[in-house]
C-alpha cells in the first residue's frame, strides 16, 4: 500500500483554452501580465464575403487628405422650386405625383439635402416652368421646339 500516496495529483487530460476563450479580452490582459508575446491584428472586412473586391479607386483615397463628400442642392434653387411650386398651387405631394417621384424627394430638394440628379431636376423644372440648372437659375423656362 505504499503506492498509494494522497497528497500526489495525477492530471491525466487538461484542455487548453477554446478558441473563443483565447481571443477574449480576459485572456488577452493575463497573457500581457503573465509576460507572454501577445499578437493582435485587425482583419479587414473581417465576417464579410468581400474576397475580391478591390476598387480601383483605394489607392487616390488613401492619398486623398481632405473630407469627401457629395455637393447638394443649394438652397437657392431649394427656394425656387418651392416658390414654383406654391405659384402653380401644388403641393410636395402633387409635385411628386407628376413627376413620377416620391414626395421625400421633393422634400429633400427643397431643403438642400438632395444630391442634384439631372432627370430629377429637369421634371422638376418641366413641372414648373422655371430654370433650376445654369447661370440664370429661377427665370422662366423657354418652352421652344427643339432643333434637331
Known amino acids: 500500500m505504499a503506492e498509494s500516496d494522497w497528497d500526489t495529483v495525477t492530471v491525466l487530460r487538461k484542455k487548453g483554452p477554446t478558441a473563443a476563450q483565447a481571443k477574449s479580452k480576459q ?3 493575463a ?4 509576460g507572454d508575446d501577445v499578437e493582435t491584428s485587425k482583419k479587414w472586412a473581417a465576417g ?4 475580391h473586391s478591390i476598387t480601383k479607386n483605394t ?8 473630407e469627401l463628400h457629395h455637393d447638394r442642392v443649394t438652397l437657392e434653387v ?6 414654383g411650386r406654391q405659384s402653380k398651387g401644388l403641393t410636395q405631394k402633387d ?5 413620377n417621384e416620391k414626395p421625400q424627394v421633393i422634400a429633400d430638394y427643397e431643403c438642400g439635402r ?9 421634371k422638376i423644372e418641366r413641372a414648373i416652368g422655371l430654370k433650376l440648372r445654369g447661370k ?3 427665370k422662366p423656362l423657354e418652352t421652344g421646339p427643339k432643333g434637331k
Open 59 to 66: 489607392a487616390k483615397l488613401d492619398r486623398e487628405t481632405e
Open 31 to 34: 497573457a500581457q501580465r503573465r
Open 136 to 138: 440664370d437659375i429661377g
Open 95 to 99: 409635385l411628386a405625383t407628376k413627376i
Open 78 to 83: 431649394g427656394k425656387v422650386i418651392q416658390q
Open 27 to 29: 485572456a488577452i490582459l
Open 48 to 51: 464579410q464575403n468581400k474576397q
Open 114 to 122: 438632395a444630391i442634384p440628379n439631372n432627370q430629377v431636376l429637369g
